[in-house]
């Protein structure tokens, strides 16, 4: 791999904006090589007497060859311990001077740019290092004050101690002095300490809202708080270490970054500069600090002596990141699904036809009952498969997707996890079709009629077991990590909203139709029905008719509570404007389902006016908000100024289908009817249209939320410390 690539695929994503500008002194490299190629032409033109006057000059000039470059050092102008480094090139006069001294002007500029932001981490790695600290002094004494016992009378034991304040004087301390010295001192740190809760919790956020609730709680010395305060310091020591790692790294890349260019510039300018610049570099804040190994040992040691009772390897793993591997197995599982599940539609389409299903008099009862318990399995194949696609763009691109969700590190999945996941999930549920059509065509089997319907019902009690199942199988942390999210978007204000949380949340706003699917597994087999097809009572119930329109409304209402909860917290009056933006779609929704129920004029013109302002609204909040183009004066017509895709016709284009594909509700209040179709296939049509759109838009939300990481340079995530101190609370106040 040359270094440009590697250069690149090792960044830090969010800090990319900070590293040398590899790409473009190479560039400027390549001008000087042209330009020299165009002067060495031109002196092999010229006539013998001016060459040999060419060469005695260069002959004498050898001589200072040495002396390209001369560097100076000047103070920074916005930080006071800060350098900033100047080189003045020497032979600007020669032919081709001039792009050789706006190279190394650039070079410097990359450099100090590098170096400044270095010298800035660095700092607040220090920081952080004397909070750990504290952290972990607080740590110590409240472990003593647990696991302390009063010492007896027989544990007086001499101990030989020398004295601080003269070698020769020796004294003879207790043990049950040294004791109480030590307590003394663990009673001196833990005073004017708290701890932190832990999370937030429904009932927390109750009496946060009633004000009889505090952020901090009194220090209760038992073993059950311990091992929380273990488990979040220890948290914090392996983030630490982390980001340690990353600065180390950054140090190492951009160093050889320089060694690279200046051995190039070396090649094509045939000058010896090199070992100088180097010279002047390894001099650097950027090199010769080792503020960030002392920390690094210092972590490691910390972690190895109080969390892993000095074994070093234990301590290391802890430590180290943890690098989830693809595995053969799971490349070649997702290929024999995906060819599994070809064989098994191919296989549908066949029977289909040769048994002429279409034709047959219960085609109408079967799309109308069997058809909508089947298609949840469709939608949710369909949704998988276009996050993995999602994914695998992400990667492309260099989205740092699992940072932005907050993977826990080792443990997000890939696109072939997601494929393997979405290819078996499909596999199973056309197997069930496939069984259902035989059992109900196969004279043998047509009389187990009540066990042929119930095949939809176990496939999807098959599919909450696996999800739900507490055993370490089929990518456990990401089930529950996916739980976990949906249980904070049904509790929707009664947790603090992050990027997650919303994000599933506009999930389920486009999968309605699975959620009614859902409705009508429970009405389906609730009711009855199942033992008597023809006897469908769910449509004419007034109860699931309600629901029809609840079912609609919960992931919009979910979503309009999450707003509201983000205006509380941030005040920020956008959250507001996009609250009204699902209080329309929620409006709209009712309208276009009454209709689709009731019809008439006076449903259609409402309906009409409402989605029409709720899909403009929507379409104006994706495009310009979520996806943040459309912006005035930037160096890309109608985009943003940074784009991570490098052709502009993708935004365009996806722009174009996210208002076209905004529009399929067109067809509830036009009635658009085709002979070919069955009704409650044109709906599953129109819902796969709107996954698609769904994914199109997970791609560029995500690459806004990136790009706005990267302008702030936000590569971490803070964790949580577990003691709060007085000082600090006396500050925040």
């Not at 004295?163 to 030590?182: C, G, N």
């Not at 919960?554 to 999450?562: A, D, E, N, T, V």
């Not at 943040?628 to 943003?640: I, V």
Request: with cysteine; hydrophobic share 40%.
């Amino acid at each position: 791999m040359r270094f440009g690539r590697e250069f690149v695929s090792k960044m830090i994503p969010e800090w990319q904006e900070a590293y040398i500008d590899y790409a473009y002194l190479k560039s400027i490299l390549q001008d000087i090589q042209a330009t020299r190629k165009i002067s060495v032409s031109n002196s092999q033109t010229k006539p013998s007497f001016a060459r040999n006057l060419t060469r005695r000059y260069t002959r004498d000039a050898s001589v200072s060859e040495n002396h390209v470059i001369v560097f100076n050092t000047v103070p920074h102008a916005d930080y006071e311990h800060d350098m900033t480094y100047e080189t003045a090139f020497l032979k600007a006069g020669e032919p081709g001077g001039d792009s050789e001294a706006a190279f190394f002007r650039t070079l410097d500029r990359e450099f100090n740019k590098v170096n400044s932001f270095y010298r800035l981490k660095v700092e607040k790695a220090r920081y952080e290092s004397l909070a750990l600290t504290r952290q972990m002094e607080a740590l110590v004494a409240f472990r003593h004050r647990v696991m302390e016992k009063k010492p007896s009378s027989s544990d007086s034991v001499s101990v030989d101690i020398s004295a601080l304040s003269s070698r020769s004087k020796e004294e003879k301390v207790t043990l049950r002095d040294l004791m109480k010295k030590e307590e003394a001192a663990n009673e001196s740190i833990l005073e004017g300490i708290r701890m932190n809760k832990r999370g937030e919790t429904p009932l927390s956020t109750i009496k946060t809202i009633l004000k009889v609730h505090k952020q901090e709680e009194e220090l209760k010395f038992t073993r059950e708080n311990l091992k929380k305060v273990e488990e979040r310091l220890q948290r914090a020591f392996i983030g630490f270490y982390q980001k340690l790692g990353h600065l180390k790294n950054y140090s190492f890349l951009n160093t050889s970054a320089v060694s690279k260019i200046m051995k190039k510039y070396e090649k094509i300018a045939a000058r010896n500069a090199a070992k100088q610049y180097m010279e002047m570099v390894d001099s650097s804040y950027l090199t010769s600090s080792d503020e960030i190994h002392r920390l690094m040992v210092r972590v490691e040691s910390t972690v190895i002596e109080h969390f892993c009772n000095s074994n070093r390897r234990q301590g290391m793993n802890l430590l180290r990141p943890k690098e989830n591997k693809e595995l053969h197995r799971t490349t070649f599982s997702t290929g024999f699904f995906f060819g599994c599940a070809t064989s098994l539609i191919i296989a549908l389409a066949l029977i289909i036809h040769a048994r002429n299903i279409m034709g047959t008099p219960g085609q109408r009862t079967y799309m109308e009952t069997m058809f909508p318990l089947y298609r949840f399995f469709g939608f949710v194949v369909l949704h998988v498969v276009i996050y993995a696609a999602n994914i695998y763009f992400w990667r492309i691109y260099r989205v740092n997707y699992s940072f932005i969700f907050g993977f826990k590190q080792g443990t997000e999945l890939g696109y072939r996890h997601v494929l393997l996941l979405s290819f078996g999930l499909g596999t199973l549920s056309l197997c069930a079709v496939l069984l259902n059509l035989d059992m109900e065509m196969d004279s043998q089997t047509k009389d187990y009629r009540i066990v042929t319907e119930l095949i939809p019902l176990f496939l999807l009690a098959l599919v909450f077991a696996i999800t739900l199942c507490p055993l370490n199988i089929l990518y456990r942390s990401s089930r529950f990590f996916f739980l976990t999210l949906l249980f904070r978007c049904i509790a929707a204000p009664f947790y603090t909203v992050n990027l997650p949380d919303f994000f599933l949340a506009d999930q389920l706003t486009s999968q309605v139709q699975a959620l009614r699917s859902l409705e009508f597994y429970i009405c389906y087999y609730g009711f009855g029905d199942f033992r008597q097809r023809q006897r469908n009572t769910c449509r004419s119930n007034n109860v699931f008719t309600t629901f029809y329109f609840i079912v609609a409304v919960i992931p919009y209402w979910l979503r309009f509570l999450q707003c509201i909860r983000r205006i509380i917290e941030e005040n920020d009056l956008s959250h507001g404007y996009n609250a009204i933006k699902y209080l329309l779609t929620i409006v709209a929704a009712c309208l276009r389902t009454a209709y689709t129920l009731n019809r008439g004029t006076t449903w259609n013109i409402t309906a009409w006016v409402f989605s029409g302002v709720a899909t403009f609204y929507a379409t104006y909040w994706d495009i310009v908000i979520d996806w943040g183009l459309l912006q005035r004066g930037c160096k890309n017509s109608l985009l943003r100024d940074k784009l991570l895709v490098p052709h502009k016709t993708v935004y365009y284009t996806a722009m174009v289908l996210n208002v076209l594909l905004r529009l399929v509700w067109l067809q509830t209040v036009l009635d658009l009817k085709f002979s070919f179709l069955h009704r409650e296939t044109l709906v599953a049509l129109l819902a796969c249209l709107e996954i698609l759109r769904r994914g199109i838009w997970n791609f560029f939300r995500l690459e806004n939320e990136h790009l706005n990481n990267v302008g702030k340079f936000r590569a971490f995530k803070s964790v949580p410390l577990p003691f709060n101190y007085q000082e600090d609370r006396d500050q925040d106040n």
